[in-house]
């Protein structure tokens, strides 16, 4: 059979999603019988980062060692994949000796790459295009709180850029509205959104597009590697703060999201960033659970 690998949600079915969810929260209750099970004793994850990260990084090599595996963090800084290396050639070498491959980088091609050479399943740790481990966290976030998110309306509001394109696959394949509220020349992928128009519809007003909401969700204005636009991004976006104002638009008992890391009085309010209706700081714990379940996943295809 094929190696399965998670590049997108789209790479598993609405089923296997699910009970993916279902494995985290079972996983994250269960934690003292896995440690002791180690149910993936001497298995090693390699683990690439292209870019800076402070939740994936912690939550996959925390994951894998509750496991009973280990993780090994290669940087470019002090790999030849920095000088050089195809990828395709790092792909084939690493896969050859590890069971399971992370990939945190830039294009999104460039991990389709990587995935194409490799024999051994790869996740993608957050792409230019895409942030698929972050949607499991959100979504099983979710779950615990309210219960199942099918039919439900998901308010995305900002910047239409790699966790906004994870969310239109996962209004997809959970079957949830998504409305975007995004300033002028800050939308999502055109196609992406065409090809999910039953269910994914664009706003520019932020209050629109939060009425009734169950949910709304964020991230910076400038994300990694746009670090030169930000002060243009911080002129643009300025209307485009989630706070308290904007979440009385929201359903009464609406959630609030941030992948993190967030910027206070930009994308955010300082104030909502600690109330109980931000569920931020499980939604980051959250990634450990969701992506061991995710692990689990693809070790035992
Ligand atoms: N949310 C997230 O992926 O955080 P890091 O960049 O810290 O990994
Ligand atoms: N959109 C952000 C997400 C960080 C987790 C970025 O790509 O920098």
Request: proline share 4%.
């Amino acid at each position: 059979m094929a190696t399965r690998h998670f590049l997108t949600l789209l790479d598993l079915n609405p089923e296997e999603l699910k009970g993916l969810i279902e494995r985290a929260i079972e996983m994250k209750r269960d934690l003292a019988q896995i440690r002791q099970r180690e149910p993936f004793k001497n298995q090693v994850m390699g683990m690439i980062f292209e870019k800076s990260s402070t939740r994936t990084r912690a939550s996959f090599e925390t994951g894998m060692v509750q496991l009973g595996g280990h993780a090994m963090f290669l940087s470019p800084r002090d790999t030849q994949l920095g000088r050089g290396e195809p990828i395709e050639d790092s792909a084939r070498v690493l896969s050859s000796m590890v069971d399971i491959i992370m990939l945190r980088t830039f294009e999104h091609q460039k991990i389709q790459r990587f995935a194409q050479y490799s024999s051994v399943p790869v996740i993608n740790a957050l792409t230019d295009d895409y942030h698929p481990c972050q949607l499991l966290a959100d979504i099983q976030t979710f779950v615990e709180h309210r219960g199942s998110i099918q039919g439900k309306s998901v308010t995305w509001i900002g910047d239409g850029n790699n966790m906004c394109h994870s969310y239109i696959n996962a209004a997809r394949q959970f079957d949830f509205e998504l409305r975007i509220a995004c300033p002028e020349g800050f939308e999502p992928n055109s196609e992406l959104v065409a090809a999910n128009k039953n269910r994914v519809v664009l706003h520019r007003n932020p209050e629109d597009a939060a009425k009734g909401a169950n949910l709304l969700v964020t991230d910076v204005w400038a994300s990694m590697g746009q670090e030169d636009e930000q002060n243009h991004r911080l002129e643009q976006f300025k209307n485009y703060q989630v706070n308290a104002e904007l979440m009385s638009h929201a359903a009464s008992d609406a959630l609030f999201m941030h992948c993190l890391p967030a910027h206070r009085g930009e994308e955010v309010s300082k104030e909502l960033m600690d109330e109980p209706k931000a569920v931020i700081w499980e939604e980051a714990e959250n990634r450990l659970h969701a992506q061991k379940a995710l692990i689990e996943f693809l070790l035992n295809q």
